[in-house]
């Protein structure tokens, strides 16, 4: 089963287009590395009936050094097998450190898919999009306020995350190429759904204020892959996570019904 496979097949059997971001901070959970693997456990356990995916963010756990590694990897195991992991580690560099970048999320840590950016072109991904069974996503246009600096910048004629995206069609021989899309920008999401139906990670919604009804709209083509939206501390850190992660499932289910009417 491929990666996308895997997480249609995690939305369908809970109706649900939430991926749940797994980002400990020090500051909030006790304990170290230790209490961050035992508290995202425990969020995992109360959420597992509605996310379809769940994304650490890597750098989240390297800030704990190398037990930071090895919670990495009890967190991989914490996860239900049918539920895919989406490790966010945004990595860049020339083909053979992706090589290796790769070697570490896929094969050492076993994850389903991973962020990536394009800044080194085609055959920097080609180390990641290789790996066919699993999910590659690009990163395009991100959901912070300095993503206009050079996302925004013209490519022949078009924004340069447009590129991004056609570059992104152009690495995806094996259907396993999806890209990052901030919910803080609906307009973007709207304008990348007109030039590509490759799936799409939204980030950017609860704590970030991302428009969720907007950029569910935009992104949404009728694939259950097409539409992943992901919410970190505000379902993380909610007074109960378990109704938080709820509430943002039927909020996107919501849309998406009146979409299909």
């Known amino acids: 089963m491929t990666y996308f496979d895997k997480l249609r097949a995690a939305a369908r059997s809970r109706r649900s287009q939430l991926c749940v971001g797994l980002d400990p901070d020090p500051d909030r959970i006790p304990g170290g590395a230790s209490g961050a693997?035992?508290?995202?456990?425990?969020?995992?356990?109360?959420?597992?009936?509605v996310a379809c995916c769940y994304k650490p963010n890597s750098a989240f756990w390297e800030q704990y050094g190398p037990d930071g590694w090895h919670a990495l990897f009890e967190l991989r195991a914490a996860i239900p097998a049918d539920i895919p992991m989406l490790l966010d580690a945004k990595r860049a560099?020339?083909?053979?450190?992706?090589?290796?970048?790769?070697?570490?999320?896929?094969d050492a840590l076993g994850a389903d898919a991973c962020t990536v950016?394009?800044?080194?072109?085609?055959?920097?991904?080609?180390?990641?999009?290789?790996?066919?069974?699993?999910?590659?996503?690009?990163?395009?246009?991100?959901s912070n306020p300095g993503a206009a600096d050079l996302q925004h910048l013209q490519a022949d004629g078009d924004p340069l995350y447009l590129a991004v995206a056609r570059l992104a069609e152009r690495v995806n021989e094996n259907g396993n190429v999806g890209l990052v899309v901030g919910a803080t920008s609906p307009r973007d999401?709207?304008?990348?759904?007109?030039?590509?139906?490759?799936?799409?990670?939204?980030?950017?919604?609860?704590?970030?204020?991302?428009?969720?009804?907007?950029?569910?709209?935009?992104?949404?083509?009728?694939?259950?892959?097409?539409?992943?939206v992901n919410v970190s501390r505000g379902v993380m850190y909610a007074d109960d996570p378990a109704a938080a992660a709820r509430d943002y499932r039927d909020r996107i289910n919501a849309v998406l019904e009146a979409v299909a009417s």
């Open 189 to 228: 999401v709207e304008r990348m759904r007109v030039d590509t139906q490759l799936p799409f990670l939204l980030p950017g919604i609860g704590a970030q204020g991302g428009d969720l009804e907007a950029s569910v709209r935009a992104a949404w083509n009728g694939d259950e892959a097409s539409c992943l």
């Open 117 to 142: 950016h394009a800044y080194h072109g085609a055959d920097s991904l080609e180390e990641f999009t290789r790996y066919a069974d699993r999910g590659v996503y690009v990163v395009a246009r991100t």
């Open 93 to 106: 560099d020339v083909g053979s450190t992706m090589r290796a970048y790769a070697r570490a999320v896929f």
């Open 37 to 49: 693997v035992r508290f995202c456990a425990d969020l995992i356990r109360e959420t597992a009936d």
